[in-house]
């Protein structure tokens, strides 16, 4: 962590999906029960993964809301903290999910990017897809709220 | 649920609290994992409680984000098929959330009321309070598709 | 307004409806258009009119959307600055908006109220009623960010 | 119209921007005051232009919060009927803007393309730009309730 906190002192330089993921597992015991994991943390994007398993399916083989709504947050969070760095305060203030499609018995995954990055607030949309099917199954948009640094 | 499937046929009853416990704990697995249970289905409302503990905790002791969305999006279901019985069929369209307050570490309540209840869609809003404490903890609206009769 | 002003610098009160409706018709021609008016601003609310007239309406005799929308913005932020004080760099960030039903061709009275005042953003609720009639027509949550002060 | 009638029993064509915006004008007296005007409306997409003049700015020579809003909501209806046809009852059933930027003393662009085409329900999002600056100004997500054929 030495080597990430030198890097953001110096530019203040976002984290990555290695770095993500360890926090994530250390603060928030529900991303390991839905099976999160960052893919790849960008300029702006992030990529998240949903492990398909019991515990997140619902009657019908399909996916469960919560779990699709979580996996957009941490999508969101992600491209926030690629950003601005490893920033524990920063929060969720709202979120609005349009569920599309009735996902697939599958991994989902979440694409997320930054819409806008202000002082104090950062706005960002996700996409989430059914690994291998090319139409959207939820769409979400999300804001957050960004500590005084 | 004999019982149940009669009323329903009667005049379409809606389901109460421990139907709709029954019914979620078999259909959904995370009710479990989250520790939902409603509390009790009134005409047009339901109260519904997430139980705190090691699952849903994030660090620094308060309740985790997609615990807060999934309690809302139980408790708005309940509402909805407290009123037109059970439809399982019934499907989240949209949810919008804002978190008002960090959680404090005890259960959170959400109580939910119907806004709208047309034949093809519903629509409710739903207030989350850390027990105990009057100030509100986060409000959600959702949408729910009702299935053709 | 020197005497708000004064007001203002003694304990930050928040504006009355006449002051706010003052502001309201100097600053945004489409108050004026949409006919506007707030009629009360009390601790955290605030109740706004809209006057039914030929500029609002659209085939069928009811109400515009964003004539709706409009209102209820300008409700969530007569609640704001009835608590912070005539603070025009406050704006809007989100708004979520959810159509009940069709409101007849009657004013439309909008009832807002706050849910939290923070130190940098504001979230509140509206619902919308046509007047004379108790069935909510629509329901609003909009943020609010507050400039540093 | 008696081609477009014929178009639509056809195969259910959707209309064009031509014929959109004749059909807004005449339902919709607002549109003409805003300075709404449809440029294009191809498959599941649309391009709708706000006009700036006066009547919807702000202090400060901004476009008003309610005046975007709108914009979004006809820019996203455009691309509904742009694909079941001439549709009047169709109807905003919910809509969610997240303000990003605020927008210059010019034209407004909205963007809108559709996400979900059901048989009940349509789905879409809208982006809106100054004309001429690549920042996005606002993102809406509006959801749009389709009459029974």
């Known amino acids: 962590m030495g080597k990430m906190k030198k ?3 110096r530019k203040r330089t976002g984290i990555t999906a290695a770095q993500f993921n360890k926090m994530m597992y250390e603060n928030v015991p529900l991303a390991r029960l839905f099976g999160f994991r960052a893919i790849s943390i960008g300029h702006g994007t992030a990529r998240v993964r949903l492990r398909f398993h019991t515990d997140v399916t619902r009657a019908g083989g399909t996916v469960s809301g919560p779990a699709l709504m979580g996996l957009a947050d941490v999508a969101l969070f992600a491209v ?4 601005i760095g490893k920033v524990e305060m920063a929060v969720t203030t709202s979120l609005t999910i349009n569920f599309l499609r009735k996902p697939g018995p599958v991994d989902v995954i979440a694409e997320a990017r930054i819409l806008k990055l202000g002082k104090r607030l950062a706005v ?17 948009t999300g804001t957050y709220s960004i500590p005084p640094r």
Not at 80 to 83: A, F, I, R, T
Not at 124 to 140: F, I, K, Q, R, T
């Open 124 to 140: 960002g949309e996700c996409a989430l897809y059914s690994e291998g099917d090319p139409e959207m199954v939820a769409h979400v």
């Open 80 to 83: 926030v903290l690629g950003m």
């Open 7 to 9: 890097a953001t002192a």
